[in-house]
């Protein structure tokens, strides 16, 4: 999974956007677990961060 290599490589934070807020919530729930204090559910404007990626989830 991208968001878990990206904290895995110790990233300071990452932001979490997906249109599906039950998916976005349940994805965070598991990083937060794993990375505490990492991952965040985050807004629509990637100013501010040093990396945006928009990766596909295949249905």
Do not use: N
């Amino acid at each position: 999974m991208i968001a878990d290599d990206i904290l895995a490589r110790r990233a300071s934070e990452l932001a979490i956007r997906d249109i599906d807020q039950t998916h976005c919530k349940g994805l965070v729930a598991r990083l937060y677990q794993r990375f505490p204090g990492k991952a965040r559910i985050g807004g629509t404007d990637p100013r501010g961060f040093v990396l945006v990626a928009k990766p596909h989830r295949w249905a």
